[in-house]
């Protein structure tokens, strides 16, 4: 079975500190896909980035950045320089590749508030 | 692009109605997915459709909850009769079909929500 833990429920910063969203996953697939989401206050669902389990290339998009570690089962997101528009729920989630589960596992989210 | 549309955006209905939510994929996406998210349970998965075909339904909850996708372009899914305990963010979300790489899952677009209230 699939698993993703999101172990910090809400994180609090203050504007222009960088933040580190903490996705450990678990399944018995080899080859598998993580994705990020975010959900803002308006409650919609945005996709943010997908890696599959062959590429642990870390990627960076302007202030975001992801790190995949298949070591430590991981698949962190860190924001660089947050602003209050990051302010959001993320959601880390899991499917199988191959011709396995398309659906999502999701985690249970990390609420980040950002102050100005 | 339009996006994912989903309708109605919120739904107040009394416990025993029927309710119905409408879900209109992005045009050329073959696989359609019905969430539902609680503050207690998450985002869960309910059931997912690939080209207009149930996959997997294993997260209906019960005889009550169904769906049916009659074409490329239209999904319901049906409460009869709504419980209280069935109010929740209804998500679908839809995603293209697989690319020629060996290993590929395309990212799963959402729509807005269904925002449904039982009284």
């Known amino acids: 079975a699939q698993k993703v833990t999101q172990a910090q429920t809400e994180i609090s910063v203050v504007e222009k500190e960088d933040v580190t969203l903490d996705c450990v996953y678990e399944?018995?697939?080899?080859?598998?896909?993580l994705f990020w989401y975010k959900q803002p206050p308006s409650g919609e669902l945005v996709f943010l980035i997908r890696r599959n389990s062959f590429d642990e290339q870390n990627e960076i998009s302007g202030r975001y950045s992801w790190n995949f570690q298949k070591s430590t089962s991981s698949f962190n997101f860190t924001i660089t320089a947050s602003q209050v528009v990051d302010s959001a729920v993320y959601f880390c989630?899991?499917?199988?590749?191959?011709?396995?589960?398309?659906?999502?596992?999701f985690g249970s989210g990390t609420r980040l508030q950002v102050q100005p | 692009d339009a996006g994912v549309i989903q309708s109605p955006r919120h739904e107040v209905t009394e416990m025993g109605q029927e309710v119905t939510l409408r879900c209109k994929p992005i045009?050329?996406?073959?696989?359609l997915f019905w969430y539902r998210q609680t503050m207690m349970r998450g985002l869960e998965l309910l059931i997912y459709?690939?080209?207009?075909?149930?996959?997997?339904d294993s997260g209906m909850p019960e005889d009550r909850f169904s769906a049916k996708m009659p074409n490329a372009s239209f999904s319901t899914l049906k409460i009869q009769p709504s419980e209280p305990r069935d109010s929740a963010v209804y998500f679908c979300?839809?995603?293209?079909?697989?690319?020629?790489?060996?290993?590929?899952?395309?990212?799963?677009?959402f729509g807005d929500g269904t925002r449904l209230s039982i009284l």
């Open positions: 399944t018995r697939d080899t080859t598998y896909y």
């Open positions: 989630a899991l499917s199988e590749g191959g011709t396995g589960r398309r659906a999502l596992t």
């Open positions: 979300a839809s995603s293209s079909p697989e690319a020629q790489g060996r290993y590929s899952n395309q990212p799963q677009h």
């Open positions: 045009s050329g996406h073959n696989s």
């Open positions: 459709f690939n080209n207009n075909v149930p996959i997997d």
